[in-house]
């Protein structure tokens, strides 16, 4: 009756364990998919594209006159007036025309007033031009970022297809490496074997667990790594689905993949609009040394009792503005600003030169990854085929234990590098779309 009550424990034990884990089968696609919704990186890339936009937006709003309305309205104590103006003919001093401002208590203006500038070196549309340009750049740096993104999704989830692959490996090896030493146990006690050779056995056996031990503690890191880096939660338990994550990767020439590079990517787009924003700024900078001209406009409503009551008064005019000390610290400015334009078309250059560079050993590098692909699919067969001889010949006691062993080391060492250059084939495939701009 205890051992039930025991047994019935533990399964609901485990049954809450499993239940307190989420399985979530993932697919390559819905992993980028959820690596680029959740990334923190692209979340600062999109706030600076916002904040280019609202930039840009007030650039515009520049064009637009200055309207403003005001109103003032004032009360006053009784002063001590002392009015010293001549009465005119036929007044006494006490009913002088000024005497009226000594019962003053109240004033009352309103006024309206706009203004707008017609001419000032083009200063606003520079800058505004500036502005646009800057919002185009932030967005093709946010493009840049999303790539970036998308590859190390990517890559992450073929390195921990790979650490998977390996661990299967792994534990296939070390169940055929535990049969053979209970094998060997066996021969050993009817005295068919030397205790020698069951230890050889029983220590390539252990090597290998050891090996298998280093690598659980990898995938549940990789895991790990991999749940955080989707935004997932943390008692997630993933399960891959390898469909669709291996392909054929055609590969064109480097002329093509270096020509789609030029074109594609979005660091020399962005690159490009930073130039011409440095373009606009330093013109922008030289309208500091010519004269602005602008219109201005005027509506005043006035309420002073028992003085004046004026209404409607309005006015319109042109001003001319011409600040010499302002035409000459614009030397300064203008300095500055083709300074800045300098460094755009100098950071333009070397982007598109690291393009180049990159784009060039990404391209050797997928080529390396196939052929490296096809020689470890070829040592595979090699490998089985040199197992199957060796295992037969030991058989036969036609070699050592040693050469038994290293087969079968040889065997497994050949199937994880199939393994590891599998994903990492795919891995440079992708990098190299990623150079080339493909990755959008």
């Known amino acids: 009756m205890y051992r039930r009550i025991t047994w019935a424990l533990a399964a609901l034990l485990l049954a809450a364990s499993a239940q307190a884990q989420t399985v979530r089968k993932l697919t390559l696609k819905e992993a980028v998919d959820l690596g680029v919704a959740n990334s923190k990186e692209l979340a600062v890339s999109s706030a600076k594209v916002k904040q280019a936009q609202a930039k840009a937006a007030q650039a515009s709003d520049k064009v637009w006159p200055e309207v403003g309305v005001s109103g003032t309205y004032l009360h006053l104590n009784t002063p001590n007036v ?259 334009q300098a460094q755009a078309e100098a950071a333009r250059q070397a982007a598109t030169d690291q393009v180049k560079v990159t784009v060039r050993q990404k391209f050797l590098k997928c080529q390396e990854s196939v052929d490296r692909l096809a020689i470890t699919e070829r040592a595979i067969e090699q490998a089985e085929e040199n197992y199957q001889i060796t295992h037969n010949k030991y058989n036969q006691g036609l070699v050592i234990l040693s050469d038994y062993l290293d087969a079968d080391l040889a065997l497994l060492q050949a199937r994880i590098n199939y393994a590891t250059t599998r994903a990492e084939s795919m891995i440079a495939y992708y990098e190299l779309q990623e150079s080339v701009g493909n990755l959008q």
């Open 82 to 340: 002392d009015i010293k103006a001549k009465p005119a003919d036929g007044e006494t001093s006490g009913s002088s025309q000024l005497a009226i401002f000594e019962d003053l208590h109240d004033i009352a203006l309103l006024q309206a007033s706009a203004s707008l500038p017609i001419f000032n070196g083009f200063r606003i549309r520079n800058n505004r031009l500036m502005a646009e340009y800057l919002e185009e750049a932030a967005k093709y740096d946010a493009q840049t970022a999303r790539s970036k993104v998308m590859l190390n999704t990517e890559k992450a989830v073929y390195q921990y297809y790979e650490l998977l692959e390996t661990r299967r490996t792994i534990e296939e090896s070390l169940k055929r490496e535990q049969q053979r030493v209970k094998e060997f146990q066996d021969r050993e006690k009817q005295g068919l074997l030397a205790r020698n050779d069951r230890l050889k056995a029983e220590l390539q056996a252990n090597n290998i667990e050891l090996a298998l031990t280093e690598v659980n503690n990898n995938v549940q890191l990789a895991e790990y790594n991999l749940i955080i880096l989707l935004g997932l939660p943390d008692d997630t338990t993933l399960e891959l689905d390898t469909a669709g994550m291996f392909g054929q990767m055609p590969l064109t020439t480097w002329d093509e993949y270096l020509q789609t590079g030029l074109t594609n990517r979005s660091e020399l787009k962005a690159a490009e609009y930073q130039v011409k924003a440095g373009e606009s700024g330093y013109r922008a900078a030289r309208a500091n040394r010519l004269p602005t001209v602008g219109l201005s406009a005027g509506y005043v409503n006035a309420y002073i009792p028992n003085v004046a009551n004026i209404t409607n008064a309005m006015n319109a005019g042109v001003s001319v503005k011409y600040s010499l000390t302002g035409a000459f610290h614009a030397n300064h400015g203008i300095q500055e600003a083709k300074a800045q």
